[in-house]
């Protein structure tokens, strides 16, 4: 490892054997979804006396941590996700960055946890793409980053802790469902929840990935791609996917999602998508809708899309739903028009085709 260049704040160490310019392409090729990672990383420490310090890109490595180390125990640790795309003509652009870096110090204050500076998060970002530039794949596919903070004190009191580590990994993704732009199949859970009010559900911490593991192996037998939650006070009112939020089209051009309330997650791509639908003219109504009312929609024919959205998959069509009562489609069980058009418009903003005129994209390279 050596120290080549400094920027102000984040030291860069290149990797001195970095994997091959042919392994590298080769695994371009087909990178399926968090399999493969890119030669470097982020790391930056957090101490209650000096604050954030040793920021870095460094070759990517395993982490040593000490058998007492918090985030172990009590399970103190958030994070992000968001891509880098390769535009045609080579740029590369981020989405709404600065979203991430909000919601990230939103999390961190949920977990009783130090904020990561909204500039040191997205430089932070951008240093890491521009060295591990090589590895952003071009076409439908992007680079996954994934920024995350746990704590590190090795302490054994419930407390929160006074040590932390700040860290990103990258890696090159393709679809993130196997069927492309085939629609998803959902199994509504009725017995596990996912938050609570009052509880961490508008937080990104991997305590409630942990909480809905069991639920997305129960849609998995059932043969169903994701899982999608209802409240817990009810087990009525729809919620969101196991990893990404959802939307309603009705026969009347009007969209329904689920309020932020403090149990879901505040999606960026679920607000960006709120921001193209009434650009289009379409009424969005951001309410409690019950798994009732969905059911009836379908059978009545008022319901004629629905789709889920977030960063990893973009919009997935959800074509069926089954439950503990049996299952049905929604509209002919394929991805609907609004969906596929959405679809395309984030995507060619994303991937700098069409001009972004409300300055979604930050270009790094
Ligand atoms: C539980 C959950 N909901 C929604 C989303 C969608 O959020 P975003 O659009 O910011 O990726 C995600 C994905 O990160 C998620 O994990």
New binding site residues.
């Given amino acids: 490892m050596t120290a080549t260049s400094t920027s102000p704040e984040i030291t860069i160490e290149f990797h001195e054997s970095p994997v091959s310019d042919a392994d590298r392409i080769k695994a371009l090729e087909t990178p399926g979804f968090g399999k493969i990672f890119t030669d470097h990383m982020v790391l930056a420490r957090w101490t209650a006396d000096k604050g954030w310090h040793d920021a870095k890109v460094t070759p990517r490595r395993p982490l040593e941590l000490d058998p007492a180390s918090a985030v172990l125990h009590y399970a103190q640790e958030i994070f992000e996700?968001m891509k880098a795309y390769k535009a045609d003509d080579g740029r590369i652009l981020l989405f709404r960055p600065e979203e991430n870096a909000r919601r990230f110090a939103q999390s961190a204050a949920r977990m009783a946890m130090p904020a990561v500076p909204e500039e040191l998060f997205l430089k932070a970002v951008e240093e890491l793409v521009r060295v591990d530039k090589n590895w952003i794949p071009s076409g439908d596919a992007s680079l996954y980053l994934r920024p995350f903070m746990f704590a590190n004190e090795a302490f054994l009191g419930v407390r929160p802790a006074q040590e932390y580590i700040f860290c990103i990994i990258a890696s090159p993704v393709g679809a993130y469902f196997k069927g492309g732009a085939k629609a998803v199949s959902l199994w509504v859970e009725t017995t596990y929840t996912r938050a609570a009010a009052g509880g961490t559900g508008a937080a990104?911490c991997g305590g409630?990935y942990a909480a809905s593991l069991v639920a997305q192996a129960e849609a998995a037998k059932k043969d169903c791609d994701q899982v999608v939650f209802l409240d817990a006070a009810e087990h009525r009112w729809v919620e969101?996917?196991?990893?990404?939020?959802v939307f309603f089209v009705m026969n009347d051009g009007s969209v329904v999602t689920p309020p932020l309330g403090g149990t879901?997650?505040p999606?960026?791509?679920?607000a960006s998508v709120i921001v193209l639908a009434k650009e289009k003219g379409l009424r969005v109504d951001e309410r409690p809708y019950s798994f009732e009312e969905w059911q009836a929609d379908a059978a009545s024919g008022k319901l004629v899309e629905a789709f889920a959205?977030?960063?990893?998959a973009v919009l997935a069509g959800i074509g069926l739903v089954r439950h503990a009562a049996g299952e049905f489609k929604v509209g002919d069980g394929q991805t609907g028009k609004l969906t596929t058009e959405l679809r395309q418009q984030l995507v060619s903003l994303q991937k700098g085709v069409t001009n972004d005129e409300r300055g979604w994209t930050r270009r790094v390279l």
């Fill in positions: 996700g990104k409630n969101e996917l196991g990893g990404m939020n879901i997650l999606g960026i791509t679920r959205c977030g960063t990893a």
